[in-house]
Nanobody, 126 residues
Framework: QVQLVESGGGLVQAGNSLRLSCAASGRTFSGYIMGWFHQSPGKEREFVAAITWSGGITYYADSVKGRFTISRDKAKNTVYLQMNSLKPEDTAVYYC???????????????????WGQGTQVTVSS
């Protein structure tokens, strides 16, 4: 049973940083892609960033390029999202997700992922 547990959310002022963690368990993740998504009230869940577990290849939404960095620690089975220069519009619940069978064409789509964490709230004040 795959389990993803996020942590690290909180309340910060604009311009500051947070690092989110996603502890993954239940199987080996070789070949998987691990993603971060966020969702604000009344909005759809949106892609933020993703990383291939094996090769560490990264992908980012345009809105976070240059500010956020996704990484993974294979030894700890953990994926991180380092968020710098945070803006009020980054306020959302952030979810970690994973999928084994993925493609470049669809890996930004939330419905392509079949494992999800419970989410962690990030609030950025102006």
């Amino acid at each position: 049973q795959v389990q993803l547990v996020e942590s690290g959310g909180g309340l910060v002022q604009a311009g500051n940083s947070l690092r989110l963690s996603c502890a993954a368990s239940g199987r080996t993740f070789s070949g998987y892609i691990m993603g971060w998504f966020h969702q604000s009230p009344g909005k759809e869940r949106e892609f933020v960033a993703a990383i291939t577990w094996s090769g560490g290849i990264t992908y980012y939404a345009d809105s976070v390029k240059g500010r956020f960095t996704i990484s993974r620690d294979k030894a700890k089975n953990t994926v991180y999202l380092q968020m710098n220069s945070l803006k009020p519009e980054d306020t959302a619940v952030y979810y970690c997700a994973a999928v084994a069978k993925w493609s470049m064409a669809t890996m930004m789509a939330p419905n392509e992922y079949n494992y999800w964490g419970q989410g962690t709230q990030v609030t950025v004040s102006s």
